[in-house]
């Protein structure tokens, strides 16, 4: 079945710099890649998402690109503020609906 | 905008007892999905269900486990004998479609505390 890695765990960027979350995926299959921000006990909430026909996607400060060939998808959040601070998950899934999560990634974002 | 609802917010059982978790997908959706999460940890899946049955179930999801959608609105799960290992967050997701247009919205979860 389909394997996600997600990298760095945690990450701590000053208030206005970029921030890279990385992620691979072992399942050749997989079609749909999107980004969740889960803050503490809250629900994971989509805030992005990009699709294998597609190689990058930009959302105001946030983008995604994939990499088919090497099987590995980033998020960009630039211009970061406070209140993204949060727990990211990215997470991968193919036609069959079982969507496998990464690790997760702890950004601290300080003013 | 229409939400996935899960009820209860915190349920807290005895190691051995059944428990049954709800959810309320949002209505023009067909697929659901049920998903935990251990403190800390990352979100993994259970299962999927489409068309009043299971389409995928992960490694986690054994026999103690079942999902039912007893009417038009609610989508269960049940879990048989519970374990102290089940205690988690359990999140209730549904989609209006599947495969790569699956975009999953998840409902607030349920807090599972098994004592």
């Known amino acids: 079945g389909e394997n996600v890695e997600q990298h760095p765990s945690t990450l701590s960027v000053q208030e206005g710099d970029s921030a890279v979350i990385k992620c691979t995926y072992s399942d050749s299959a997989s079609n749909y890649f999107p980004w969740y921000k889960q803050e503490l006990g809250k629900r994971p909430q989509l805030i992005i998402d990009i699709r294998s026909n597609v190689g990058e996607k930009k959302d105001q400060r946030i983008a995604v690109t994939l990499n088919k060939t090497a099987k590995h998808f980033s998020l960009h959040i630039t211009e970061t503020q406070p209140e993204d601070s949060a727990v990211y998950f990215c997470a991968a899934s193919d036609n069959n609906n079982d969507m496998r999560f990464g690790a997760g990634t702890r950004l601290t974002v300080k003013p | 905008e229409p939400e996935v609802t899960q009820t209860p917010s915190h349920q807290v059982t005895q190691m051995g007892q059944e428990v049954i978790l709800r959810c309320v997908p949002i209505s023009n959706h067909l697929y659901f999905y049920w998903y935990r999460q251990i403190l800390g940890q990352k979100v993994e899946f259970l299962v999927s269900f489409y068309n009043n049955e299971i389409s995928e179930k992960s490694e986690i999801f054994d026999d103690q486990f079942s999902v039912e959608r007893p009417d038009g609105s609610n989508f269960t799960l049940k879990i048989r004998s519970t374990k102290l290992e089940d205690s988690a967050m359990y999140f209730c997701?549904?989609?209006?479609?599947?495969?790569?247009?699956?975009?999953?919205?998840f409902g607030p979860g349920t807090r599972l505390t098994v004592l």
């Open positions: 997701a549904s989609s209006s479609t599947s495969g790569s247009l699956n975009e999953q919205f």
